[in-house]
C-alpha cells in the first residue's frame, strides 16, 4: 500500500471513530456540540505520521494489510490531538494547523455568545476537557480496532510507555524554557523524549510488537527511529524560525515569541558573541516580537553558524537513519515506504 | 470483606501501582521526581468511593474475591487524580483535600528555584501534564490489574463511557457557570453526568459486567446508583457550603467565592425575593467573599427554603436507592457493604 493511499484510510478510519462517538454526545446534550466541531477542525489538518510509522512497523514485522491495523494506528492521531490541544494552553498559542487554536475557538464561543464573565478561563477549561477526552478515546480506539485482544496485547505497555514518555518529554520541555538554562545537551534530550520516541520510535514498536516483533527486531526499529525522530525535531524547530507560515500553520516567528528552547537556539546561544547573546537574551519570548525584531534574531542564527550547525545535525541523524534502516531484517516494502517517509520528514524546506 | 479492608486494599494496589511507575520516570530524569510527589500527596487523600463501588458491583454479580478486581477497580483513583487535578486548574482552586492544588505546589516550587519569570504559567501547565499522566495510568492500571482479558473486555465499553460521560458532564457544568441561569433543571442534568453517573453508577457496572451481569441486572444496579449519585452530589454541595472546612478540605465558602451553579444554588435563586436574588447576583463567584458575606449568602440559602429543599431532595433520592438496593437480584453481601456506602455517602453532617 502507498503513504498516500495509508494516509487516506487512516483519514477514514478517524473520521469514522468520530463519527460513531457524535450521537452519544449530542444524546448528553446538544450543547456538546462545540466540542465535536472543535475537533473537526484540528483533525481535518495534520501529516498522520505517527500512524504511518505505526502501520509500517506493523508491515515491516510481516503483519497483512486490513482495516484493523489502520485502525489502530490512527488512534495515535488522537492521542496527538491531545497533545497538540494541551500544549497550545500552555504556551498560549493563537493558531494551530492554521485555524485558531481550540482554547481560542472557545474563547470567540463566550464573546459571540455575550455570556457574563471572561472569556479566557472558559476557552482554556473546554480546551483541556477536549484534551481529555482525545486522549481518553485515543485508547478507546486503540482498544475498539478490531484487532484480536492476543494481537492488541504485546501493543499496550508500548502504548502505555510512549504516553508517559511523551507527557515527561512535555515536562521536561516546560523545565527547559522556565529555567532559561538552554545547553544542547538538555535540549536534545527533551528532543528524545517528547519528539523522537514518542513521534517514531514507539509508534513502530506499536506497530511492530502487535506483529510478533523480537526484543532485537524492536532494537533494530529504535537504531532507525530514533535517529530520524531528532532529525524530524530539529528540522520542525528550524521550520518554526525559518519556514513558510502557510506551510507551518502558524504566524511566522512564533516559536521565537514563544521563547522555545530548541537544539537551534541551544546551538546559537553557545556561539554567540556577548552582543549576540544579550540580543538573544532580550528577544527571545518577547510575546511583542515584530517581524524586524524576528528578521534580527534569524541574522543571529545564520550568523553564529547555528543554522548549518543544525543542518549538519538533520544531515548526519538522517544518515544514521537510512543506515540503520538498510541493515534492519524487515520487509522489502516497508523499506520502501520507510524511505520515503525518511526523506519527507527530514528534507531541507527553507 | 469489610468497606474498611476493601478500602485499605485498593490504597496498597494504588502505591503499589505508582511505586512501579517510580523507576520509569526517574530513568528518564530525576528532574521528574516532583511530579511523583504531586501525585504521592494528592493520593494520601480521597474517600475512594469509585473504587469501593467498582469493587462490590464485581461481588454483588458473584465475582470471586482477589487482588485483581481490587487492582482493577483501584485503577478509577486515577481517573479521579486527573479529574481533580484538571479541576483544579479550571477553577482556580488554591487547595485540595486539605493540601495546595497540584497547579499551585508547582508555582511555588517556581518560586523557590527562583526561576526567571511568571511561575503561573508553569504551575498551570505542570498540572495539565500531571492530569493526563493519570489519565493515561488510569487505562494502563486497569489493563495491568491481573484479571484475564475475557474478564475485561466486558469492562472496557464502560471504562469508556464513563470517562467521556464524566468529561462531557465538566463541560456542561463550566457552560451554567458561564451562562449563569443556574434553573434546577439544567444543574440536576451536571449533577446526572459529572456525578451520578461517573461516581457511582458506572463503577458498579464497570465491576457488575466484568463478573458477567447481563442487561437487567445492570438497570438494576442503575436504579440505585443514580438517585444515590445524585443524593451525594447534593451532600456534597450543601457541605461545599455549610460545611466544616477540616472535613471538605476546602476553606469555608469556597464553593461560593467560585460561583459554583449547584442545586443547591439554583433552588435559591427560584425561590429568592427581588432584594435577595440582587444578593446572589452581586455576591455569588466573588473572589474576594469575606466570611461575613459567606454569612449572608447562608443566610439566604437558609431563609429561601433551598437549605431545606435541597435536604429533602436528598432524602427523596436516598430513599429511592435504598428501595432499589432491597430489590435488586445481587448477593447479601454486597447489599450489606452498598446499604453502609450509602448512608455513608448521603448522611446529614450540618
Same mark, same amino acid.
Given at each position: 500500500?502507498?503513504?498516500?493511499?495509508?494516509?487516506?484510510?487512516?483519514?477514514?478510519?478517524?473520521?469514522?471513530?468520530?463519527?460513531?462517538?457524535?450521537?452519544?454526545?449530542?444524546?448528553?446534550?446538544?450543547?456538546?456540540?462545540?466540542?465535536?466541531?472543535?475537533?473537526?477542525?484540528?483533525?481535518?489538518?495534520?501529516?498522520?505520521?505517527?500512524?504511518?510509522?505505526?502501520?509500517?512497523?506493523?508491515?515491516?514485522?510481516?503483519?497483512?494489510?486490513?482495516?484493523?491495523?489502520?485502525?489502530?494506528?490512527?488512534?495515535?492521531?488522537?492521542?496527538?490531538?491531545?497533545?497538540?490541544?494541551?500544549?497550545?494552553?500552555?504556551?498560549?498559542?493563537?493558531?494551530?494547523?492554521?485555524?485558531?487554536?481550540?482554547?481560542?475557538?472557545?474563547?470567540?464561543?463566550?464573546?459571540?455568545?455575550?455570556?457574563?464573565?471572561?472569556?479566557?478561563?472558559?476557552?482554556?477549561?473546554?480546551?483541556?476537557?477536549?484534551?481529555?477526552?482525545?486522549?481518553?478515546?485515543?485508547?478507546?480506539?486503540?482498544?475498539?480496532?478490531?484487532?484480536?485482544?492476543?494481537?492488541?496485547?504485546?501493543?499496550?505497555?508500548?502504548?502505555?510507555?510512549?504516553?508517559?514518555?511523551?507527557?515527561?518529554?512535555?515536562?521536561?520541555?516546560?523545565?527547559?524554557?522556565?529555567?532559561?538554562?538552554?545547553?544542547?545537551?538538555?535540549?536534545?534530550?527533551?528532543?528524545?523524549?517528547?519528539? /523522537?520516541?514518542?513521534?517514531?520510535?514507539?509508534?513502530?514498536?506499536?506497530? %511492530? #510488537?502487535? +506483529?510478533? =516483533?523480537?526484543?532485537? &527486531? *524492536?532494537?533494530?526499529?529504535?537504531?532507525?527511529?530514533?535517529?530520524?525522530?531528532?532529525?524530524?525535531?530539529?528540522?520542525?524547530?528550524?521550520?518554526?524560525?525559518?519556514?513558510?507560515?502557510?506551510?507551518?500553520?502558524?504566524?511566522?516567528?512564533?516559536?521565537?515569541?514563544?521563547?522555545?528552547?530548541?537544539?537551534?537556539?541551544?546551538?546559537?546561544?553557545?556561539?554567540?558573541?556577548?552582543?549576540?547573546?544579550?540580543?538573544?537574551?532580550?528577544?527571545?519570548?518577547?510575546?511583542?516580537?515584530?517581524?524586524?525584531?524576528?528578521?534580527?534574531?534569524?541574522?543571529?542564527?545564520?550568523?553564529?553558524?547555528?543554522?548549518?550547525?543544525?543542518?549538519?545535525?538533520?544531515?548526519?541523524?538522517? /544518515?544514521?537513519?537510512?543506515?540503520?534502516?538498510?541493515?534492519?531484517?524487515? %520487509? #522489502?516494502? +516497508?523499506? =520502501?515506504?520507510?524511505? &520515503? *517517509?525518511?526523506?519527507?520528514?527530514?528534507?531541507?524546506?527553507?
Amino acid at each position: 500500500m502507498s503513504s498516500s493511499r495509508v494516509r487516506k484510510e487512516v483519514d477514514e478510519a478517524l473520521y469514522a471513530f468520530v463519527d460513531r462517538q457524535r450521537p452519544g454526545l449530542l444524546g448528553i446534550s446538544e450543547d456538546l456540540s462545540p466540542m465535536l466541531s472543535a475537533l473537526d477542525v484540528l483533525l481535518a489538518g495534520g501529516k498522520r505520521l505517527r500512524p504511518a510509522f505505526c502501520y509500517w512497523g506493523w508491515r515491516a514485522l510481516g503483519g497483512a494489510d486490513g482495516p484493523e491495523i489502520i485502525a489502530a494506528a490512527a488512534s495515535l492521531e488522537l492521542l496527538q490531538a491531545s497533545a497538540l490541544i494541551h500544549d497550545d494552553v500552555m504556551d498560549g498559542s493563537d493558531t494551530r494547523r492554521g485555524q485558531p487554536s481550540v482554547h481560542r475557538r472557545f474563547e470567540a464561543l463566550h464573546a459571540s455568545e455575550g455570556w457574563p464573565g471572561s472569556a479566557v478561563p472558559f476557552g482554556m477549561g473546554a480546551a483541556i476537557l477536549l484534551g481529555d477526552l482525545t486522549l481518553a478515546w485515543s485508547g478507546e480506539m486503540f482498544d475498539t480496532s478490531g484487532l484480536p485482544g492476543e494481537v492488541l496485547a504485546p501493543g499496550r505497555p508500548l502504548y502505555d510507555v510512549m504516553r508517559t514518555e511523551v507527557m515527561c518529554g512535555q515536562y521536561l520541555d516546560m523545565l527547559e524554557q522556565a529555567r532559561g538554562t538552554g545547553d544542547v545537551e538538555s535540549a536534545l534530550r527533551v528532543v528524545k523524549y517528547k519528539s /523522537a520516541k514518542y513521534t517514531i520510535e514507539r509508534p513502530l514498536h506499536l506497530g %511492530a #510488537a502487535m +506483529a510478533g =516483533a523480537s526484543a532485537a &527486531d *524492536l532494537e533494530a526499529l529504535s537504531d532507525y527511529g530514533l535517529p530520524l525522530g531528532a532529525a524530524f525535531q530539529l528540522r520542525d524547530d528550524v521550520l518554526g524560525v525559518f519556514g513558510d507560515p502557510a506551510e507551518t500553520g502558524k504566524p511566522a516567528g512564533d516559536d521565537l515569541r514563544e521563547g522555545k528552547r530548541t537544539v537551534l537556539i541551544a546551538l546559537a546561544q553557545e556561539r554567540a558573541t556577548p552582543a549576540q547573546r544579550e540580543v538573544l537574551r532580550r528577544r527571545l519570548g518577547d510575546p511583542g516580537l515584530d517581524l524586524s525584531g524576528v528578521e534580527e534574531l534569524r541574522t543571529i542564527l545564520v550568523e553564529t553558524g547555528a543554522l548549518s550547525g543544525c543542518e549538519s545535525m538533520i544531515d548526519e541523524f538522517a /544518515a544514521q537513519a537510512h543506515v540503520a534502516l538498510a541493515a534492519a531484517p524487515i %520487509a #522489502a516494502e +516497508a523499506v =520502501a515506504a520507510l524511505t &520515503d *517517509l525518511t526523506v519527507a520528514a527530514t528534507a531541507r524546506r527553507v
